[in-house]
């Protein structure tokens, strides 16, 4: 598995991840994965076809992580945990202290994962995805 950065190329692979990820109401759209795409931050991860791919900026002196989404076939190997390293460094070595990043409340895998790699619950943000549809924000030190 090849961890590289995102190019404009990937974004057939990456809508496709997204939407077998994310059901169509929690799914970014393709002009915003296709905006994202241009501007964040993008890692892929690559076994011939694409397995994950993770999406952050810079913004004040914090990182964010906006996407994170492996493949239900490739779950369980260390793809997120590799992605996100990829990213945190990126973000670190342009300045960022510390990442966050906001996961639904009932996301227990991925608040596992993020509790994994060192993300602490930082507050509750009500009806972040809509009415009744509570977040949480994570947060990291990267030093
Ligand atoms: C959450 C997700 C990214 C995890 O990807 P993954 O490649 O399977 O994760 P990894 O194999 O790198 O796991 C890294 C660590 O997190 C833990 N972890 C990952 N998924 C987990 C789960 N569903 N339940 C419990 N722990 C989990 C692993 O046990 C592992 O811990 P360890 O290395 O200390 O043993 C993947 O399930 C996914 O794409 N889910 C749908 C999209 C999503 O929810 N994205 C996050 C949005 S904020």
């Known amino acids: ?3 590289r950065r995102g190019a404009a190329g990937d974004l057939p692979s ?3 991840a997204e939407r077998a990820c994310f059901s169509r109401d929690l799914a970014f759209p393709e002009e915003v994965v296709s905006s994202l795409l241009g501007q964040a931050a993008t890692f892929v991860a690559e076994d011939g076809e694409i397995a994950g791919f993770v999406m952050g900026f810079l913004e004040g002196g914090w990182g964010k992580v906006v996407t ?3 493949l239900p076939e490739k779950r369980g190997c260390g ?3 590799r992605l996100v390293a990829a990213l945190e460094e990126d973000l670190a ?3 960022a202290g510390a990442v966050g990043l906001e ?3 009932d996301n227990l895998g991925a608040i596992s994962l993020y509790s994994r790699l060192g993300y602490r619950k930082a507050a509750r943000l009500g009806s972040y995805y809509g009415p ?3 977040a949480l924000l994570m947060t990291k030190e990267l030093r």
């Open 93 to 95: 070595s342009r300045g």
């Open 103 to 105: 996961v639904a409340v």
């Open 68 to 70: 994170l989404d492996v």
């Open 1 to 3: 598995m090849r961890i």
């Open 14 to 16: 990456i809508l496709a």
């Open 79 to 81: 793809v997120a945990r």
């Open 132 to 134: 009744g549809k509570d």
